[in-house]
């Protein structure tokens, strides 16, 4: 993330949203004495005044967890600081839901299926679409951190690196600064696949990084502060032979190291072989914290094994911060709540 002159001094007068402070313990069940769901001195920071927040549910048997202070007025005129969300002391629990955030009728389901809510909530935007200001406050309202995973379909990620989109991107980062809520953004994610238009083979690495740096600075020079930046590859697992490394922008563009990588029947069995070869290759270039920005198992006889591997794998893995389940059909069945044993697990 690049760096701002007197940060430090606004993040001690600037507080964070509560919901997000209290990150999901991934092991047991959170009642009211769980850490996992307290008010932590290093990103205790009540929501803006008239913002709603949700505590989140319990695990199922669970009780409730207790209310959180009140929120207070913030000073005016302070830009959003980020910086407390981007190393939580627990990890994010995400999903990607159908019809969020334009609809968030998906989400009391979801939670009350697996028994937690979700702190983190993905959408898909279309690059030339406008910013859904009114839709990233209802994430937030719910308690969550809006996380835009950003598409450039219509446009080549060279056109975009030469500026000719930066009306557009100045017109985003302009609102998103206006909104002054924390907000995670990925550019063209899986970018070192063949699957999407802006894939490597449509575009070079030096037409991504170019892209990214530039849309990134214009976020800059908007003062949009409040976003956590989120580098996306694929797991290199179907592209072995594509170096990540002329992907990266760098680490002062770069705030999360994000994987998609999903369990299918057919690819590796093992969190860490699913994960490992990404982690260690991004590892010699990068030391930014990892995040699973999609993910979720294939149904079948090894889903549970699946989910059972996922919730160890980032156990284990302290620079994980969280990750997100991709629950939606496309192209396959993904919803946890389809299949009772994966309920379960």
Not at 169 to 182: E, F, R, S, T
Not at 194 to 222: E, M, N
Not at 262 to 281: I, Q, V
Request: charged residues 20%.
């Amino acid at each position: 993330m690049t760096a701002h002159p007197g940060r430090a001094g606004r993040l001690r007068r600037r507080l964070a949203l509560p919901l997000l402070t209290a990150t999901l313990l991934l092991t047991a069940a959170c009642g009211p004495e769980d850490p996992g769901f307290a008010l932590q001195e290093d990103l205790a920071q009540p929501a803006p005044t008239g913002t709603a927040v949700a505590t989140g549910a319990g695990a199922a048997g669970a009780a409730a967890a207790s209310a959180p202070a009140q929120p207070k007025a913030l000073p005016t005129g302070v830009p959003y600081d980020v910086t407390p969300l981007l190393k939580p002391s627990h990890k994010y629990l995400g999903a990607a839901l159908p019809g969020v955030p334009a609809s968030m009728d998906a989400l009391s389901a979801y939670s009350a299926a697996i028994g937690k809510q979700p702190n983190v909530l993905e959408f898909y935007s279309h690059w030339k679409g406008g910013f859904d200001t009114a839709g990233v406050r209802r994430i937030y309202d719910a308690g969550a951190l809006p996380y835009m995973a950003w598409e450039p379909y219509d446009h080549s990620l060279a056109s975009i690196a030469a500026g000719d989109t930066d009306d557009y991107v100045k017109g985003i980062a302009q609102a998103v600064a206006k909104l002054d809520l924390p907000i995670a953004v990925s550019i063209a994610h899986e970018m070192n696949g063949d699957w999407y238009p802006w894939g490597r083979q449509a575009a070079s690495p030096q037409d991504f990084v170019g892209a990214w740096r530039r849309v990134h600075d214009i976020f800059d020079k908007a003062g949009a502060t409040n976003v956590i930046w989120v580098w996306s590859p694929n797991i290199t697992d179907p592209a072995p032979n594509t170096r990540l490394a002329p992907y990266y922008p760098g680490d002062t563009y770069v705030d999360w190291a994000g994987m998609t990588g999903y369990f299918t029947r057919s690819g590796p069995k093992t969190f860490d072989t699913l994960y490992g070869p990404t982690m260690t290759e991004i590892r010699t270039f990068s030391k930014k914290p990892f995040f699973i920005s999609e993910t979720a198992s294939e149904q079948g006889k090894r889903q549970r094994a699946d989910i059972d591997q996922l919730f160890s794998g980032l156990e284990a893995h302290d620079d994980i911060v969280g990750f997100v389940w991709f629950n939606i059909v496309k192209r396959a069945d993904w919803r946890v709540e389809a299949v009772p044993d994966t309920l379960a697990a």
